[in-house]
């Protein structure tokens, strides 16, 4: 079964067509699988769109948290609840393009375990505030350089993975915020899965202008986290 999960935190603007759409590409790559809905403390109605779209539709599975979790953590609740063969997870904004949905889902029924979604490898279009672009290439450096892993963009939210990976390392991963997708990377490529990076179309949709406040934040989200996850692998 394939787990196509939407970590939403305040995405009322977004989730009803990125799950009717999901349910619609889905369904021509396989008739096996799940949407599942791992809403996250929402506070703007978030919570009753996601139940809703459980009910109309039977493939939707909507897992709601009282209080906001993190993304990692969010992953983790779904994917230790709901089983399947491929795990997978897209932004609710659907930034990346979805005609490289299938190619993101084919990657493990090819016999990858990781497949990554990438805006900094060739062939990638970018529409994005150039200050968020900056820091994005300069934090995927930095953890090349720290990590020698060979990914350049960890933080895309396109990634699938084979069941295999996340019987392995789901527990393994510490982070519980948007660091995650750095950690499991990081952890993947250290233990010798086999991985897939590939170039997609992605564009900025929550917002056009860089607020230096949240940028500031993730680089702290970030910056901690990547010196938390080098004591723990030099354990």
Not at 22 to 51: K, P, Y
Not at 97 to 122: F, N, Q
Not at 153 to 177: M, P, R, V, W, Y
Request: glycine letters at 6%; hydrophobic letters at 40%.
């Amino acid at each position: 079964m394939i787990v196509v999960t939407v970590p939403a935190y305040n995405e009322s603007r977004f989730l009803e067509k990125c799950v009717e759409k999901l349910l619609a590409e889905t369904s021509l790559l396989n008739d096996d699988f799940r949407i599942v809905i791992a809403e996250d403390g929402s506070t703007d109605g978030t919570d009753e769109i996601a139940r809703n779209l459980e009910l109309l539709h039977p493939r939707v599975v909507h897992l709601h948290s009282y209080k906001r979790l993190g993304r990692g953590a969010a992953l983790k609740n779904a994917w230790n609840k709901v089983k399947g063969d491929v795990y997978l997870f897209v932004d609710c904004d659907l930034a990346t393009d979805m005609m490289y949905y299938p190619r993101l889902i084919g990657a493990i029924m090819e016999g990858h375990d990781l497949a990554i979604g990438s805006r900094h490898v060739a062939g990638a279009t970018v529409r994005r505030p150039l200050l968020r672009e900056l820091a994005s290439r300069v934090y995927n450096l930095l953890v090349r350089v720290m990590f020698r892993d060979g990914v350049r963009d960890h933080q895309l939210g396109f990634k699938a993975f084979s069941s295999q990976l996340i019987t392995d390392l789901l527990e393994k991963c510490e982070s519980n915020d948007w660091f995650w997708d750095t950690e499991i990377i990081v952890r993947s490529v250290r233990y010798g899965y086999r991985w897939l990076e590939f170039p997609v179309e992605w564009e900025e949709k929550k917002t056009k202008k860089t607020r230096i406040k949240r940028l500031i934040e993730d680089m702290y989200i970030h910056g901690t986290g990547l010196l938390k996850l080098r004591a723990r692998l030099s354990q």
